[in-house]
């Protein structure tokens, strides 16, 4: 099975949930713009896999892409498996993983419903290497572990 990218998702502010659009572009060491987490630092993209949303759905959530703060929801790929530094081509851009996980220092109205939340244990971050656009559908590809 290959790996795909199911939704790519933008904020205007850091600590809200993400809206699915059509398309990103990703700026070369700056992550997606008009996306509230692009800066010049090592979690410019954040990326879930939608399998790691099924299983909080499994629990009774409706949660859909995006819910997480996720930038790129993925399918068919081992996100949590990939080390730090593996180079990843998402679509026309690359990314390098720079961070597994995340600590939450706040609960989220998903930890709050749930008593679980996905992201900090399966949601990666990343930097952009190279930039493009990347559209719902784009494949993703491991090009160096």
């Known amino acids: 099975m290959s790996a795909s990218v199911v939704a790519v998702n933008i904020s205007q502010s850091k600590g809200e949930r993400k809206t699915s659009v059509a398309s990103v572009r ?23 896999a939608s399998e790691s949303i099924d299983k909080m ?10 819910d997480f703060a996720e930038n790129i929801t993925t399918q068919g790929l081992d996100l949590v498996a990939l080390p730090i530094g593996t180079h990843v081509e998402i679509g026309e851009t690359l990314v390098e993983v720079t ?3 995340k600590e939450c220092h706040n609960r989220c109205a998903i930890y709050d419903q749930a008593g679980d939340c996905v992201m900090p244990k399966e949601g990666i971050f990343a930097r952009v290497l190279r930039g493009g656009v990347v559209l719902t559908g784009d494949d993703v590809r491991v090009v160096q572990c």
């Open 26 to 48: 990703f700026k070369e060491d700056h992550g997606i713009v008009d996306d509230a987490h692009a800066g010049k630092w090592h979690r410019q993209i954040s990326l879930l």
């Open 57 to 66: 759905r499994k629990l009774g959530l409706d949660v859909d892409s995006g």
């Open 99 to 101: 961070q597994i996980g």
